[in-house]
């Protein structure tokens, strides 16, 4: 068990639909990271907060988006959803925003779009 | 861009030793090692620091030549428990995320 919890476990929505997931970084850790996984594009960063800011965006698309509450814990929101949107999405935390320092991930949601 | 990993799959009995390499077209700072069994999370594994700091398990070895950019994972006496798939995970300066490669599937028979 690595510490970061992740909710819901599994998710099966219908297209156009919009989700949001959430997760809790471990004790005492202030940077959160967000990654999609799908077996096509792999595992991809989509966008790191650290402290409530956001820090780092990667691949992720306009109609996603995720914030950082004051409590740490981390929320993505999908939004229009597309079947092509269904995979893995994992956070992972870590004490400090990098680089260069250890993350730990989440066990993940399995979005699948209808 | 993408680090490439390789081979893409290996099968080996158990005892026998493994090295997955990472190669990336970038210059990194660091470099982090992953495995993950299928439909579950990514487990932490090992980080390797520009500079030549290393981070992680007491029972993995890992190199990173950063002229090359390139690192190896060396799994030795291999255990039935080290079966899944390694993903190594490059950064570079700026902290902008992990770039994960396409991983390499490590099937160990007993």
């Known amino acids: 068990d690595s510490g970061v919890t992740q909710t819901p476990k599994h998710l099966i929505t219908a297209t156009g639909q919009r989700v949001t997931l959430r997760c809790s970084p471990r004790s005492g850790d202030l940077s959160v990271y967000w990654y999609q996984q799908s077996l096509d594009q792999g595992l991809q960063f989509l966008i790191q907060?650290?402290?409530?800011?956001?820090?780092a965006k990667g691949n992720i698309l306009e109609r996603f988006s995720a914030q950082q509450f004051p409590d740490l814990h981390s929320e993505l929101n999908l939004s229009s959803l597309e079947l092509g949107d269904s995979a893995l999405y994992f956070c992972?935390?870590?004490?400090?925003?990098?680089?260069?320092?250890?993350?730990?991930f989440g066990q993940g949601t399995r979005l699948t779009v209808v | 861009q993408q680090p490439v990993q390789s081979p893409q799959a290996v099968i080996l009995r158990e005892g026998e030793d493994a090295v997955i390499n990472c190669s990336s077209s970038k210059a990194l700072y660091s470099v982090h090692w992953y495995r993950q069994k299928h439909g579950e999370a990514p487990v932490f594994l090992m980080i390797?620091?520009?500079?030549?700091e290393q981070k992680g398990h007491e029972k993995i070895s890992a190199s990173f030549n950063e002229k090359k950019q390139q690192s190896s994972l060396y799994l030795t006496a291999s255990q039935l428990s080290y079966s899944g798939t390694y993903f190594c995970g490059t950064e570079g300066p700026g902290a902008d995320g992990l770039t994960f490669g396409k991983g390499t599937h490590l099937i160990i028979q007993p």
């Open positions: 390797l620091l520009k500079g030549g």
């Open positions: 992972a935390s870590s004490a400090s925003p990098g680089p260069g320092t250890e993350a730990f």
């Open positions: 907060y650290y402290n409530g800011e956001e820090r």
